[in-house]
């Protein structure tokens, strides 16, 4: 059974740093994508960003600069580096891996519109002073 977790989130000010890493079991990087969307609170979920063997990386251009995304040697912990945070990134963020979507800004950009195969139980993220 393919489980995603996810840990590193919590409370930051602003300007300053998280990174969140997405554990998958059953799972790695050989087989497809593994990404990150984001929710906020009265808002729809959207893309962040992924990795894949087959497409390379893919970051949102919302956070392009500040968020990097990146691999370990397993290819099975993807960690979501985020950086310079402000408040309007405050979300519960989202693991999602998927065999058959590949990386790209097509899918990932924008309102989530369905069709991961994966996902984690979330975690929140909250930039305040």
């Known amino acids: 059974e393919v489980q995603l977790v996810e840990s590193g989130g919590g409370l930051v000010r602003p300007g300053g740093s998280l990174r969140l890493s997405c554990a998958a079991s059953?799972?790695?990087?050989?087989?497809?994508?593994i990404g990150w969307f984001r929710q906020a609170p009265g808002k729809e979920r959207e893309g962040v960003s992924c990795?894949?063997?087959?497409?390379?990386?893919y970051v949102s251009q919302d956070v392009r600069g500040r968020f990097t995304i990146s691999t370990d040697n397993t290819r099975n912990t993807v960690y979501l580096q985020m950086d310079n945070l402000a408040p309007e990134d405050s979300a519960h963020y989202y693991c999602?891996?998927?065999?058959?979507?590949?990386?790209?800004?097509?899918?990932?950009?924008?309102?989530?519109?369905?069709?991961?195969?994966?996902w984690g139980k979330g975690i929140l993220v909250t930039v305040s002073s």
């Open positions: 999602a891996a998927d065999r058959e979507r590949g990386c790209r800004g097509g899918y990932w950009y924008g309102p989530y519109v369905g069709g991961m195969e994966y």
């Open positions: 059953e799972f790695s990087l050989d087989e497809g994508v």
């Open positions: 990795i894949s063997r087959e497409d390379g990386t």
